[in-house]
């Protein structure tokens, strides 16, 4: 059973409007979630978190909003640029797991010049 | 500052043959270390962490097993790959009781022939 789930595949977006990621997730034991970024032939990179004892986190134009009563979360890329694209990974964890993180499958993000 | 090596960067693998990726972490001590591995359409997958030098859990069951014979030092192996194998593999580390994320390496794209 998928904890983490991303179902959206893919997400084409033009460069300048806004990209908007979801991420969903079932259990609610998850206190911490983490967007990673991922090109092609490389490792993810670490690019937003949030707790859960907040409900928006915001890091230049990414920002992560969390609906703990939905356990729901999504990032926002706000311009989009053509050098967004790539594979966004969410992950959750919770204290109890020893930190390890749950990824979801990825959505890949295509920003068109 | 910590940095994660992995390698080889892409292998080659004829069914049947030994495997052994490594992956070392510089900068750090007594780290949490993950072998993932991400094929095709199944996002990231976790195949085996490490809390410490000789302590491995295993997420999935498969024809992989891990080691970890230094404090920095993982190793994936296969004594017999199958075509199944195939992926990408990343190796990760974060500090210990942490919530912090994770930092990937590069990866190993292997391909099983």
């Known amino acids: 059973d998928q904890q983490v789930k991303q179902n959206s595949p893919s997400l084409s977006v033009q460069e300048g409007r806004i990209s908007i990621l979801n991420c969903d997730y079932t259990?609610?034991?998850?206190?911490?979630f983490l967007w990673y970024k991922k090109y092609p032939a490389e490792g993810p990179t670490f690019l937003i978190s949030?707790?859960?004892?907040?409900d928006k986190n915001e890091d230049g134009r990414f920002t992560v909003f969390l609906n703990k009563s939905a356990k729901h979360l999504s990032l926002h890329i706000v311009p989009s640029q053509p050098g967004d694209s790539a594979v966004y990974f969410c992950a959750a964890t919770s204290w109890g797991s020893q930190g390890n993180l749950i990824f979801g499958k990825g959505t890949k993000l295509s920003v068109k010049p | 500052s910590q940095t994660i090596h992995q390698w080889p960067a892409t292998l080659v693998q004829p069914v049947g043959s030994p495997l052994s990726l490594e992956c070392t972490v510089e900068?750090?001590?007594?780290?949490?270390l993950y072998w993932y591995r991400q094929a095709a359409g199944r996002g990231l997958q976790l195949l085996f962490y490490s809390v410490g030098i000789g302590q491995i859990s295993s997420e999935v069951p498969q024809n992989l097993s891990a080691s970890r014979p230094q404090d920095r030092q993982f190793i994936l192996s296969s004594k017999k790959l199958l075509l199944s194998d195939s992926g990408f593999y990343l190796c990760?580390?974060?500090?210990?009781?942490?919530?912090?994320?994770?930092?990937f390496g590069s990866g190993t794209r292997l391909t099983v022939v």
């Open positions: 990760a580390w974060k500090p210990p009781l942490t919530n912090y994320g994770y930092t």
């Open positions: 949030i707790s859960s004892i907040k």
């Open positions: 900068g750090t001590s007594n780290p949490n």
């Open positions: 259990n609610s034991m998850f206190d911490y």
